[in-house]
């Protein structure tokens, strides 16, 4: 079902991914899973690193290809902006 395919990959990315990206000061969010594409936003030293999509690809993807299924496809989220304009 979606709902425990959703939760294998939080589970890899909890228990694999997790753990080596705050190594270096990084982490991952899950913003989405729909079916094999899942959604990703690095945070922390990760974010706007030179490597961040080769840590996505690499990392993310490869783990959750290994761990879940290898069909997996992660898509990076872009950061949002914390700040607003009011005119």
């Known amino acids: 079902s979606p709902y425990q395919f959703s939760k294998k990959v939080e589970q890899a990315m909890d228990n694999h991914v997790r753990p080596l990206l705050r190594r270096d000061g990084g982490d991952v969010e899950t913003i989405d899973v ?3 594409p899942v959604y990703c936003r690095l945070v922390g030293s990760c974010r706007g690193c030179a ?3 080769q ?5 993310v993807e490869q783990n959750l290809k290994d761990l879940v299924d290898e069909r997996i496809r992660v898509v990076e989220v872009g950061a949002v902006s914390a700040h607003l304009t009011v005119t």
């Open 34 to 36: 729909k079916d094999t």
């Open 51 to 53: 490597g961040a999509s």
């Open 55 to 59: 840590t996505l690809r690499m990392l």
